[in-house]
């Protein structure tokens, strides 16, 4: 089998930072990441495109579907609660979208140019043996189905192109080192789970073009990340978080979905990309 690395076709470079104070959170609670990144924007957004997302009522999803629907590409909603995805795209706001509880994933598969797979577990709760269990299992879990409905499809209503979500906790993490594409997975278990989620990924049938996004912690204003950690942190400051002096790579909301969009068409787009 291909490997991950001999996939890697495409580096993408990033520039991101912000003050504390920009964001009004806590002085001593800083976050500096700096890394470039060329990002190739070479696609043609005008073809209509049929696009089924899984993790489309979470933070990420939410915003990626509002942008595919408002260019009018029709999107699939993957969700295990047809009533919870009703409330977050509202038929009125969101006409033409189709919502699927599992057992309609197949059709909805079927018949899609392209897959994105946002889903499982949030990972910031509290770790219990059994929410690590659950955290590993609901990735795999999900990639497994979406991976089994692809490569089951037949010719002709196969999507092409698989965009799978992976984290920049591949790499574990250093406060010295500096990752990139290439750089070998960690030694923890963030980093077990990512390549399991990321070996799942790579069983889809060869000929439908597979992005494997590792992704850094994710801000934006509603919700996400900085919503759980600042008060996380305000609770353990001085404590398991650190000093609240630590750094963490971290990508706006807008810059992952327009990635996750880019990605879906532009051919370029293939292998493991790291993004933050
Ligand atoms: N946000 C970040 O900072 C960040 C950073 C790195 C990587 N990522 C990865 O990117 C993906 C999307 O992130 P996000 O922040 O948008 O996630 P999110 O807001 O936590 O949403 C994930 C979605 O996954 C589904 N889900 C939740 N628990 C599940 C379970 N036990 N089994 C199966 N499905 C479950 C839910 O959809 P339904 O209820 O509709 O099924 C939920 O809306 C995630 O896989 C995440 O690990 C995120």
Request: with cysteine.
């Amino acid at each position: 089998m291909e490997s991950v690395s001999n996939r890697v076709t495409t580096t993408l470079t990033w520039s991101n930072s912000i003050s504390t104070s920009s964001l009004q959170i806590p002085q001593v609670f800083s976050i500096r990441c700096t890394k470039r990144l060329r990002v190739c924007c070479a696609s043609d957004r005008t073809q209509k495109m049929t696009v089924s997302v899984t993790g489309a009522t979470g933070f990420i999803g939410k915003r990626l579907v509002q942008r595919l629907h408002a260019d009018k590409h029709s999107v699939r909603v993957l969700t295990r609660s047809r009533s919870k995805a009703q409330l977050i795209f509202p038929v009125k706001e969101f006409p033409g979208i189709l919502i699927a509880e599992e057992r309609d994933w197949k059709d909805c598969i079927q018949g899609s140019n392209a897959v994105v797979n946002l889903a499982g577990l949030p990972i910031s709760t509290r770790w219990s043996p059994e929410v690590k269990k659950e955290i590993k299992q609901s990735r795999i879990k999900v990639t497994s189905k979406v991976v089994d409905l692809i490569n089951g499809s037949p010719e002709g209503v196969r999507p092409t192109v698989l965009v799978s979500a992976t984290a920049v906790g591949y790499y574990g993490s250093s406060e010295t080192q500096v990752f990139d594409e290439r750089s070998p997975s960690g030694n923890d278990y963030l980093a077990e789970v990512c390549r399991e989620w990321e070996a799942t990924a790579l069983k889809v049938n060869k000929d439908v073009r597979l992005a494997l996004i590792r992704i850094g912690v994710v801000l934006g204003k509603d919700g996400g990340a900085l919503a759980k950690m600042i008060p996380l942190f305000m609770l353990f400051a001085g404590g398991p978080l650190g000093s609240g002096q630590q750094w963490f790579s971290w990508i706006h909301l807008d810059d992952i979905v327009n990635l996750i969009y880019e990605a879906l068409t532009n051919p370029s787009y293939k292998g493991n990309l790291l993004v933050f």
